[in-house]
Every structure is written in structure tokens, then in C-alpha cells.
């Protein structure tokens, strides 16, 4: 085998095994944002309740989020 053909061989082979653990973390970490989704569920994230009560007591940021109900809901 010439030398030119040995010395490239083991960057090869070094390529190749970093190609294939790239793939296995790639599917590990696959597999582990799929059982973490299943376990949490679409709760992993719960939307924000909407408020309720007397209006005059609401937070700043409880009327900006009833008002852009609103709006969504009258299409404004």
C-alpha cells in the first residue's frame, strides 16, 4: 500500500467514528426531547389563565392580556 494511502487512513477512520457518535448524541437527544414531552406532557409550558373578577383591581399586565383577547376575538 503507498504511504500517501497509510497516512490518510487513520484521519478516516477518526472521521468516521466521529461522524457516527455525532449521529448516536443526535438521536440521543432525540429520544430524551420525546420521553421529556411525554412525561410533561402540553403542560410542560401551561398558557397563562385568563383574568377574572373585578376589572378595577386587575394588574397592568392582566389588562394588556384581556385586551389582546379581546382584540383577537373581535378581529380588530
Known sequence: MPSSVRSSTPSLLLN???LT?????????????????S???SE???????????SSK???S????W???VRAF???
Request: aromatic residues 10%.
Open 16 to 18: 468516521r467514528k466521529s
Open 21 to 37: 457518535q455525532n449521529i448516536n448524541q443526535g438521536f440521543a437527544g432525540i429520544i430524551t426531547a420525546v420521553a421529556a414531552w
Open 39 to 41: 412525561i410533561w406532557g
Open 44 to 54: 410542560m409550558f401551561p398558557a397563562e389563565q385568563d383574568p377574572v373578577g373585578d
Open 58 to 60: 386587575w394588574a397592568d
Open 62 to 65: 392582566e389588562l394588556k392580556r
Open 67 to 69: 385586551l389582546e383577547v
Open 74 to 76: 373581535l378581529h380588530i
